[in-house]
């Protein structure tokens, strides 16, 4: 087997700088958190911020192929009171498409919601 200088593969990778849109981390952490944490996640909130869009677009998009003429599987929402299917389709879901963190699918296949109460109740 030869060698040669050659390159094997080569990527190129955009990156591009977040909006300074960070939450106070500082008021969500525990007092008796050690120090140099501390100093490490307050130098580096910008990757906590909060996301406002979808990711950017890959050079590659993943598919996952199925056996030929697999049928979608069907799964039946969870039961969950009128009230929380009210909060769900009138804010939850509107919210985040307004905001661009989703996009509407059009796929056969689909996945339960489960809402979970936060310990404040909202």
């Given at each position: 087997m030869q060698h040669h200088n050659a390159i094997a593969s080569c990527h190129l990778i955009f990156t591009h700088r977040l909006d300074d849109n960070?939450?106070?981390l500082e008021?969500?952490?525990p007092?008796?958190?050690n120090p140099e944490i501390k100093t490490l996640i307050?130098?580096?909130t910008s990757i906590f911020s909060k996301p406002t869009g979808l990711p950017p677009i890959r050079t590659h998009d993943?598919?996952?192929?199925?056996l030929p003429h697999t049928p979608p599987i069907n799964v039946k929402p969870y039961r969950y009171p009128h009230t929380q299917k009210d909060a769900m389709s009138t804010h939850i879901i509107q919210d985040l498409l307004t905001q661009g963190l989703i996009i509407p699918s059009h796929s056969p296949f689909?996945?339960?919601v489960l809402l979970v109460h936060k310990k404040d109740g909202t």
């Open positions: 960070t939450h106070n008021l969500h952490l007092p008796t958190l307050s130098n580096h993943h598919h996952i192929t199925l689909t996945s339960p």
